[in-house]
């Protein structure tokens, strides 16, 4: 198993654990084309769901001691143009919403009375060419978590046409109408700006919650004591042509006392790149050399080779008289007996990410282990190169090896006197060439998550190897799934708060008109 994690750790590493101003290991940046592309699949589902608000009933005074009454109030044919939606970076960390476009129809009943004579009716108000703005805030959370918070906002209702159904007795009395007529402009469009202006804040807010909810900020690796610390090391920001988001990408033995990383801080990672994708990430090379420490450091990098490991269409058997000619010293001293490998880092290994290319160069040693008598036979000493082979499978990063290169081989504790080294370096050679592609389909397959919303999709993904870095880029979905169900939450919530207040006014009104 530590085997496998060898080679997981060649290729994604294990960042050393939360400091207290650590660097950014990753970024990820939304061109203003990605922003736009987002807004327009989040626009109409907040428009579908703004529809459905309940809008109280509404009760006013006219001349003649006239009460009036709206009631069966609603929000129909809502409508949002999308496209003509823009989103500006107003500050470093505020962005501006302008919804222009909107269309709706409201519906309702209305009756008034006073001691002599009532009427009543319905009515349909027109809204054509209302606009509405908001700004909301950047930021990060306490807990290193993104937020994003619409703090304020304005509605410009436009064109309203109404047009109400009149009885008998409004006929007869056309200036009351008038005067009905302003007092529904004036009260309900009032009211439906507030509870549009309203809702728009609280759906956008809920989506925002919990599409960041569903980014872990630690994300664990099955069956072993790693984890990765995706929280932001600053507030997310913009500008007028992309919004960025920057987080740790901290790998950290999840078991163990956080501890600094002795290592040079990394390069700064670009913003951006001259021909922005929608959305475009980069990891850092000091994230994977970081991870390096750690699993070098926590002495996570030793493992031994048995012969339960050696593939079944090697003829090699782990035992010293299938080694005399070799290693004759180790079966005169050990004759017949079994022996294991135990190879382990010496050295912290390093990453490195060029142009176009990977690799990971790592100094070690292995030992012939004599079984039972527990003892070290030979050991030996050399290195190797690897070239890794990487690309993007959605928000997953997958790799594998591609080639490996042994350095000389030199020799270490020695109890079984002279041999050529030679033909071991023959042997090993061998053995690594052997090992590398299963170890590599063992785990490397799986790849790792990189920070992404639950549900979230990467179409056309796109990996560049660069000097210092890994860029991934592609177009993102949106998690439909998700931003239905805040936006269904955010309404909900909305509509049995206004049942709990009509209850409540209705109860004071029964009051006062018992104490009168």
């Given amino acids: 198993m530590k085997a ?19 660097p950014t290991g990753a970024k990820v940046t939304f061109s203003k084309t990605g922003i736009d592309n987002m807004k327009n699949a989040a626009i109409p589902l907040i428009a579908k769901t703004i529809g459905e608000i309940r809008i109280p009933d ?6 003649l001691a006239i009460t009036a009454y709206l009631r069966d109030i609603s929000l129909k044919n809502l409508n949002m143009d999308a496209h003509t939606t823009e989103v500006s970076c107003v500050t470093s960390h505020t962005i501006l919403v302008a919804v222009r476009g909107i269309s709706a129809d409201l519906h309702f009943t209305w009756a008034y009375k006073n001691l002599l004579w009532g009427d009543s009716g319905w009515g349909v108000a ?14 990060r959370n306490a807990d290193g978590s993104a937020s994003v918070n619409v703090d304020s906002g304005n509605i410009d209702m436009g064109q309203v046409d109404l047009h109400v159904d009149v009885g008998v007795w409004s006929k007869l009395f056309g200036w009351l109408i008038d005067w009905f007529v302003t007092t529904v402009k004036n009260t309900v469009m009032g009211q439906v700006k507030q509870q549009i202006n309203a809702q728009f804040k609280a759906i956008a807010n809920q989506m925002a919650a919990d599409l960041i909810k569903t980014v872990p900020l630690t994300l664990v690796i099955p069956s072993s004591p790693l984890a ?19 987080f ?14 002795p290592i040079p801080e990394p390069a700064p990672l670009p ?8 959305v475009d990430l980069f990891l850092s090379q000091y994230a994977i050399n970081s991870a390096a420490y750690v699993l070098f ?3 996570y990098l030793s493992y031994s080779i048995s012969q339960s490991l050696i593939p079944p269409e090697v003829s090699l058997k782990l035992r010293t008289e299938e080694f005399a000619e070799l290693l004759p010293g180790m079966n005169q001293k050990w004759p017949n ?35 039972p008598e527990q003892v070290t036979a030979v050991e030996f000493k050399t290195s190797l190169k690897i070239k890794i082979e990487v690309h993007i499978d959605n928000y997953k990063l997958m790799g594998k090896f591609d080639e490996a290169s042994l350095g000389p081989v030199t020799v270490g504790e020695n109890n079984i006197g002279d041999f050529s080294t030679d033909d071991v370096y023959a042997l090993f050679n061998f053995l690594v060439q052997a090992a590398i592609p299963q170890i590599s389909a063992r785990l490397l397959e799986q790849g790792i998550d990189l920070p992404h919303p639950s549900g979230a999709g990467l179409a056309n993904p796109a990996l560049a190897i660069k000097d210092g870095y890994i860029t991934v880029s592609g177009t993102p979905t949106l998690p439909q799934a998700t931003m239905q169900l805040s936006a269904a939450k955010a309404i909900s919530q909305y509509n049995e708060k206004q049942a709990l207040m009509t209850v409540v006014q209705a109860a004071e009104q029964v009051e006062q008109e018992f104490l009168n």
């Fill in 58 to 63: 509404q009760q006013t005074s006219l001349p």
């Fill in 126 to 139: 027109q809204v054509r060419g209302a606009s509405l703005t908001a700004t909301a805030t950047l930021g």
């Fill in 271 to 278: 913003d951006t790149v001259a021909n922005p994708a929608d």
């Fill in 337 to 371: 007996h079994d022996f294991d490998l135990h190879c382990k880092a010496v050295e912290t290994p390093q990453v490195t990410f060029t142009e176009g290319l990977v690799y990971a160069e790592i100094a070690g040693s292995c030992a012939f282990f004599i079984k």
């Fill in 248 to 261: 740790q990408a901290m790998f950290f033995d999840n078991t163990k006392t956080p501890t600094p990383c």
């Fill in 228 to 246: 990765i610390d995706y929280a932001l090391t600053d507030a997310i920001s913009c500008t007028a042509d992309y919004l960025t988001v920057p």
């Fill in 4 to 22: 496998t994690y060898l080679c997981l750790f060649l290729l994604f590493g294990n960042l050393c654990a939360t400091l207290a101003n650590p």
């Fill in 297 to 299: 450091s926590v002495n």
